[in-house]
């Protein structure tokens, strides 16, 4: 792009959102900028997350209101003046207001579904699944296609009665900012391992990401954690649970990061030889495509959305047969043994991942997605 513009003129979309996270603002505020696009934003704040931190911008894509500040008559003014040229829905939530919404939308407006489901815990939950379908009927019977972050993604909005699926995906990663050379203080403050295999856990630590069951696990096998040092980047309500596992465990080597700065989390990768993400259940796991971007191989649970729809195109993901702390232990073992392959593949892989999920590139395939060849670079 070489930083222009594209080139469109008077373009405004709409986003509505149940709960957005930063990266999709970061998204939205990077195709405002690149497609000179005014961008509405109906939405939620994320429940636990500073999304206010992510709110404040000096790009385009200011126009924002929460669903709890609007009323029907507000809501229709909002969405209709000016008519838009698209509107991306996030997810299902609040259901009764993003129905309403979708009903004043006009009908020749184009509308883009984007939500993290994963096939995987659809499957296990077949009566959830039934309901979930008939939620999404209103949006699946309007939405002129659904973006698709990859295949276990895919599945599920297709099981969820989409009929088209795009791919474009919902959400993309910085690996300009990731690629960054941090400053002298984060370097030391982050600390250097060169003579350990890293293992770098990123995460909120909360029960789902099931690190105390799978920490304890590793401090039960001496072989193993002699020759790993797991680092944790993340705060949450397990923290307690992990700091007694290591003072419990003095052949363990653990170190508990709490939350790193955006500027650090490039530095970490940098460090690490492989990422670990062992969560009970997690819908997509952009995380993981920050590690394959950076050339870092994953070990996973078969949960994961994004490691399973990612291991068979990049030859760099070990997945654990389940989520029990002994399968993602011996997941650990198998990386340690293949360690020279994988980090092979992972490297292999960056040019794909990149062009896959880079902010830049999805910015431009979304424009392109609304406009086709009435944009040029």
């Known amino acids: 792009m070489n930083g222009s513009a594209m080139k469109t003129q008077g373009r405004n979309w709409l986003l509505l959102g149940g709960e957005l996270s930063g990266y999709t603002f970061d998204l939205f505020e990077t ?26 911008s000096g790009g385009r894509a200011s126009n924002r209101w929460w669903w709890k500040d609007t009323g029907w008559s507000q809501m229709r003014e909002f969405i209709r003046t000016p008519a838009p040229d698209a509107v991306f829905l996030y997810g299902n939530r609040p259901r009764v207001k993003m129905n309403l919404a979708l009903a004043m939308i006009p009908s020749a407006t184009p509308v883009f579904y ?31 296609a659904a973006l698709s972050l990859g295949l276990t993604n895919r599945l599920a909005l297709q099981a969820l009665g989409f009929r088209r699926t795009v791919d474009v ?12 050379t941090a400053t002298e203080v984060e370097a030391h403050a982050l600390g250097t391992h060169d003579d350990e295999i890293v293992v770098l856990i990123i ?56 939350p790193i700065p955006r500027q650090g989390i490039g530095t970490l990768f940098r460090r690490a030889d492989a990422l670990l993400i062992p969560s009970l259940a997690d819908a997509w796991g952009i995380v993981v495509v920050e590690a394959l971007g950076m050339g870092i191989p994953v070990v ?16 760099a993901i ?29 490297r292999e ?15 431009e395939k979304t424009v392109r997605l609304v406009y086709g060849d009435r944009c040029s670079l």
């Open 31 to 56: 195709i405002a900028s690149l497609g000179g696009i005014d961008i509405r934003i109906l939405y939620n704040p994320l429940d636990g997350l500073p999304s206010f931190q992510h709110e404040r």
């Open 349 to 363: 892989c960056v040019p794909y991942i990149r062009a896959q999920y880079d902010r830049i590139a999805v910015a």
């Open 318 to 346: 070990l997945l654990s047969d389940s989520t029990e702390p002994c399968s993602v232990t011996a997941a650990l073992r198998r990386f340690v043994a293949q360690r020279t392959q994988l980090t092979t593949a992972a």
């Open 300 to 315: 996973a649970t078969p949960t994961v959305g994004a490691a399973v729809s990612l291991a068979g195109y990049t030859g």
């Open 203 to 258: 995460a909120r630590l909360t029960p789902v990401k099931n690190l105390p069951g799978v920490i304890a696990a590793v401090a039960k096998e001496p072989d193993l954690a002699r020759g790993i040092r797991l680092v944790i980047a993340g705060e949450g309500p397990d923290r307690g649970a992990l700091e007694q596992i290591q003072r419990s465990s003095p052949g363990l080597k653990l170190d508990l990061l709490g």
């Open 114 to 144: 984007a939500a993290d489901t994963n096939i995987i815990k659809l499957v296990g939950r077949p009566g959830i699944t039934l309901g979930r379908r008939l939620a999404c009927a209103p949006i699946a019977a309007r939405a002129t």
């Open 169 to 180: 995906p919902a959400y993309a990663v910085d690996f300009a900012a990731l690629d960054a």
